[in-house]
């Protein structure tokens, strides 16, 4: 892996997602670019400009007394802040500024990257939309490379947990894990699978086993019977130090991991850090 994104709220970035994406960069020697995206399209943000300056007195002012410059300040204070955290961890930095539609730029940005990492309360929304927001949503949907959601606290990574469903797009997100960070391939390896029915039939069970133990020496099968986001999340509610792996944003497990009623709980409770693709 040689490229990795993070994108920020240049409004708002999360010291703790930072710190994350650098253990990644350093982890795996890549280079991390930091998207600050600016949403100057929006309506509410071009009301509240337009607003605050129609409110201005009619004198000279310093730039950074207008909304604008004021964001541009702040802004420019977290690029810096983000520089030094690279710098200091001996991480090749990059920056850009992304101005526009947020999730349209990320999209765009992950084309040309090997990794995503996403602070998964990153919203652009006037008011909070559930957890995951909106944002974070539309770019597990979309991104054109794996998504990493940043856990809220991270410590190390001690355990890989595969979660497996038969399907295709599940061993893909498998692969292309493994592909990417070969670096924890002498970590312990779970593969977790849900049953919803009664019946002994494991789809390629055996193959799947065979292909995880050709790249990791520590390979466990963990089976759950039940609902399939209900059993994940009592099997991950325990779990520390550990990254976990799914497929297919949109559909079966992960899709209903999410559209629970209580996926903020999900999302606040489980703290560890997701990877997610789909093909």
């Given at each position: ?7 920020l709220?240049a ?14 960069a ?17 309506e509410?943000a ?24 004021a ?58 939309d ?36 038969g ?45 995880l ?6 390979v ?8 399939p ?51």
């Open positions: 892996m040689e490229k990795i994104l993070l994108a709220d409004q708002h970035i999360n010291t703790q997602t930072v710190d994350f994406a650098c253990y990644l350093r982890l795996t020697n890549s280079r991390l670019t930091g998207i600050f995206l600016e949403d100057l399209l929006s509410g071009i009301r509240f400009e337009i607003a605050q300056e129609m409110a201005l007195p009619e004198r000279v002012v310093d730039a950074r007394e207008t909304p604008m410059g964001r541009n300040e702040i802004t420019e204070t977290n690029i810096k802040s983000f520089r030094q955290s690279c710098d200091c961890r001996g991480i090749h930095a990059h920056v850009h500024r992304d101005r526009g539609i947020p999730v349209d730029e990320v999209i765009e940005e992950s084309r040309f990257a090997d990794l995503l990492v996403v602070d998964v309360d990153t919203s652009f929304a006037q008011k909070r559930g957890t995951p927001h909106k944002f974070v949503k539309d770019v597990l949907q979309e991104a054109e490379c794996p998504v990493v959601l940043a856990p809220y606290s991270f410590h190390s990574i001690d355990e890989i947990i595969f979660a497996y469903n399907s295709a797009s599940s061993v893909f997100a498998i692969k292309q894990f493994t592909y990417l960070f070969p670096e924890w391939r002498q970590k312990k390896v779970t593969i977790v699978e849900v049953k919803e029915k009664d019946d002994n039939a494991i789809g390629h069970q055996r193959k799947m086993k065979e292909w133990e050709a790249h990791y020496p520590n466990e099968l963990k089976v759950l019977a039940g609902d986001s209900d059993q994940l999340f009592g099997y991950l509610i325990e779990k520390k130090n550990a990254m976990v792996v799914m497929g297919a944003y949109g559909r079966n497990m992960l899709s209903s991991f999410f559209k629970r009623s209580h996926a903020h709980l999900i999302v606040k409770t489980v703290n560890l850090p997701i990877f997610i693709t789909h093909h």
